[in-house]
């Protein structure tokens, strides 16, 4: 009893580990998922194609062969080419990795080359919130129904000053506030922040002109008095 247990162990051993040279086609189901990290050379049919390369991975669910063609296996630049196991014609096993040659286990995802690292799921939580934060900031930077023209002066405004929007009005250092249509004289602030008002009209000009030499018309902003 003790002996056949010995030579069905010896039988099992044998078969976790890929036989080196040419796999018949029926032994691409039980051949490839074991030639993870092995060197493989393989035909394909329609169209014909011969690839010599580094397993990666077999998905069972997808059904396809992820092949890296690289010279170094090992780089994390690879090489990647899938290709459905369905349509593979022939293929043999032209070296095994190491741990594949020492080892009677199964090849998994631990023979992978280049080899796949733990995911850092904090990492990735952070990196999700700090893309989530940026977009809702990049969002409060959108006025609401204010224009082409109001956003550009907006825009402009808040490279070198702190702007936000509330509703249509642009509010700049929490302080000033320019009105539609964004003109010199839609400008406003409480009588002690008259220097930030004569400031924020200063960079407005500016950019006002700036805006209206691309566009190629005046922008002064000053609007325009009745006679």
Known sequence: MAANDVKRQSVGSRV?????GSQGPGDFDTALPKAVGARVKLTTASPSLTIEGTVFTVCPVTNL??????????STNGDYHLI?????????????????????????????????????????????????????????????GVGKEGQDIFDALDRTLPCRWADSTIVV???????????LDDCSA???????????KK?????????????????????????
Do not use: M, W
């Open 65 to 74: 062969i992820a092949i890296n063609t690289a010279k170094n296996a090992s």
């Open 173 to 183: 250092n929490d302080a000033v506030l320019i009105a539609k249509p964004y003109r």
């Open 84 to 144: 459905p196991v369905s349509r593979v014609a022939s293929f043999s096993i032209l070296s095994l990795n190491a741990r594949a040659e020492s080892t009677s286990a199964t090849p998994n995802f631990a023979d992978a080359q280049p080899a796949i690292t733990p995911v850092d799921s904090k990492t990735l939580k952070a990196r999700e919130e700090a893309a989530i934060r940026k977009a809702r900031e990049q969002d409060a930077k959108r006025g609401k």
């Open 190 to 200: 409480p009588k002690d922040k008259q220097d930030a008002l004569a400031r924020v």
């Open 16 to 20: 976790a580990t890929p036989k080196l």
């Open 203 to 227: 960079v407005l000009e500016n950019e006002r002109k700036k805006l209206g030499d691309r566009a190629g018309k005046p922008g002064t902003g000053v609007a325009k008095k009745g006679g």
